[in-house]
């Protein structure tokens, strides 16, 4: 998936231009599978032998102000508002969408992923594994009273919303998220389905980390 600084112009692209050929690239020449286009199947063998798969899904999630923090009393349209004096986000990213909007089109295609995923269709997939970039879950989300502005910048660091149609669907057992670079790690608890095992990886510029899960 692609972060946030992914985006960034100083590629000399850009911000669309750098998404779009993002959507377009071979990864697969690489051996990677870019989770913003397409699922990464996993095969894995029950004890008669049939195939079950467990799928990764992804999306860069982005944030549209649901993350901001509870006891500060600015609505969305204020950090819309004063974006580029609280994320560099805002500075460096060029002929882009706005937040919000850019948030709801992931949203939507999440969406139509995860309903195939749970499609009759897709009996064969036992497990979904969500990755996204930008934390989607409030546990995933690190609060700190009384640093107004660590709590100010909270609005650009979740998606909420996101997290709240994720855990609709039966099949999704982890959501993998990033961009915060503090590691954090929770059970969501669901009524009727398994709870989600929630992490945040917690690499750091030039030091990349990685999490295992057990399915």
């Known amino acids: 998936l692609l972060g946030n600084h992914s985006l960034w ?27 913003e286009r397409d699922e990464l199947y996993l095969v894995e063998l029950d004890p008669e032998a049939s195939k079950k798969y467990v799928v990764v899904a992804g999306t860069i999630g982005w944030f549209e102000y649901s993350a901001k923090d509870p006891s500060l009393s600015y609505d969305d349209a204020w950090y819309e508002a004063h974006r580029f004096d609280i994320t560099n986000d805002a500075r460096f990213m060029t002929g882009f969408k706005d937040n919000r909007t850019f948030a709801r089109e992931r949203l939507e295609a999440l969406q139509e992923k995860l309903a195939i995923l749970h499609a009759p269709t897709s009996s064969a997939v036992t497990h979904v594994v969500v990755g996204t970039h930008v934390p989607c879950f409030e546990p995933q989300i690190v609060r700190k009273p009384g640093d107004i502005d660590w709590n100010t910048g ?6 909420l919303t996101l997290g709240k ?18 590691g954090r790690y929770s059970m969501w608890p669901r009524v009727g389905m398994p709870d989600i095992e929630t992490i945040v990886i917690p690499s750091e510029y030039r030091d990349p980390k990685f999490v295992m899960v057990e399915i």
């Open 9 to 35: 112009t100083d590629h000399g692209m850009s911000s669309t231009e750098i998404w779009n050929k993002a959507l377009t690239y071979d990864w697969a020449s690489l051996g990677w599978t870019y989770l």
């Open 154 to 159: 909270n609005a650009f660091f979740g998606n």
């Open 165 to 182: 149609e994720i855990e609709k669907w039966p099949k999704v057992t982890h959501v993998i998220s990033g961009h915060t670079h503090c």
